[in-house]
């Protein structure tokens, strides 16, 4: 490739990375969860508490209840990673302003600069990391020939964070694409109007949790089992929520170690694996290892269970029907937790088969998006939050599913309304989908139908056979392509809701219903959500079969 075309490629990464920053900047310049609400806040508070806990006590208090840290006020709740965080970032915040993390006197602590510090916290660790200098010259270049890609111990590092991890992502997984397609994908990734407002709106860092995930998801593409599993075991450390994908890794690793030619290869590789994520957990854990019950504490602290199946208003199908059956009043609270892990697993179940027969990178992206889905839609004590796990592996498959990459994210937004309303983010969440839906909704049809030849080993698209199915669907119904008539379709389906959200502003509900907007908008967020993972999991087989079918066409 040309060196112009290689600095050009560059010039737009940097760029396109550029506009997100500029985007999470400008969220970040509406209110946070809980500003100015005493006495307990928000979630912005519980993180500014979480680093002013961090920052005077020893790792081994931090989760234990005393007269310095009442774990009834915002109690750490998080694996040890976040803690880590919190410490780190709590040292530079008392390095500039001491009185943002004092101990006991500065709850609620709001100050202008403060503010300001804790939000660039969160941009920071969207981009902090090494990234190689020449990771952008090549990140949007077409990647010429083997598209299985060899990475250095240094870019191994990159993994950390969530911007290097979307870049590497898109090198293990772009190969073969043109310039443009990467930079809608880049888009697609980056500006994921859900995820801006969570962490850079409401206030959290999730996108850490996340990119440790992509970094894995990448590592492992890219033939780096070990590398993979320990950067999962770190998202796992970070956020409990990261078990969300426990179900597809593990499938996905043991599928790829039972193909190995031999008993004793097979062995080997899952014992070698299972000893990095031994490791991995036990440098995690060290500090509370090291202390009587330590480890315990912690994990008691980590199993939300007395919070109850689900908090405020959430689109999942335990939130959805209670309004039809009262689950909290038939059941205990012991049947609801061993019926929502029951659910969870039997949903995740049919892709976990698929990635132990038939492992492959575009499988384990799949497996993650479906095993998200299912434990998002069944599991116990989801958040509202928790929808951001299903939107990185689909957004990941932008490639693939361009349309579905498009609307899920739409919708995902949509469900977590009644909690960015009482945030005070209305003007941005209409700002973020305004922006989504110029300049990224519109291009997934085109994208779609201007796939690249499909390739094998490490990138992924579309098969032959769907990408002939979509056009001669549509052509037999309205004349035009089946992506772009599912497009269509995601547009028309928007007008619910706008209706919903007009009526909100002008229509007072009914006295004995007043979270009725809240529970319209939860489930029709819902019904787009569990149709996602329904066709996430035909999908899926569907690659499948087509794996099959090649194979006995070879024979024959």
Known sequence: MPVIDKQSAAISCIV??????????????????????????GDYEAQRHWMEVTVHLPASEWYVDSKSNNLSYWGLDYPPLSGYQSWLFGQAIRSIEPDAVALHTSHGYESPHSKFLMRLTVVVSDILGKILDDAM?????PNPGNSCVELTRDSKLCYAVFFPAVLLCLRVFGGGKTVHEKQWWLLVVLLQPAALLIDHGHFQYNN??????????????????????????????????SMYYAPAFFAHLLGKCLQKPSMTQQVFGVAKLGLVVVATFAVCWAPFLASPGGALQVLHRLVPVKRGLYEDYVANFWCVTSPVFKWRRVYTQQALVTMCAGASLVAALPSMIHQIMSPSPRGLLMGMANSALAFFLFSYQVHEKSILLALLPVTLLAFDQPVVAAWLPVWAALSMYPLLRKDGLSIAYLACLLLWLAVVAPRSSLQSEQQSPVQTGHAYTQSKRSRRLGPRVG???????????????????????????????????PAQLLHLYDAAFVTLSFVHIFSTAVYFNVSQWSLFMSLVSKKHSKRS
Do not use: E
Not at 227 to 241: A, E, V
């Open 137 to 141: 010259c090549w990140s949007l270049s």
């Open 16 to 41: 396109l990375c550029g506009a997100a920053l500029l985007a999470r900047f400008t969220v970040g310049l509406h209110p946070y969860s809980g500003r100015g609400v005493a006495p307990h806040f």
């Open 475 to 509: 052509a037999k119904l309205v004349g035009v392509s089946g992506p772009q008539l599912l497009h269509y379709a995601s547009l028309l389906s928007l007008l619910p809701a706008a209706c919903i959200h007009v009526a909100q502003c002008f229509v007072q509900p």
């Open 208 to 241: 850490i949790t996340l990119g440790f995930a992509a970094g894995a998801a990448a590592a492992i593409a890219a033939g780096h089992d070990c590398w993979g599993s320990m950067l999962f075991c770190l998202s796992l450390n970070h956020k409990q929520m």
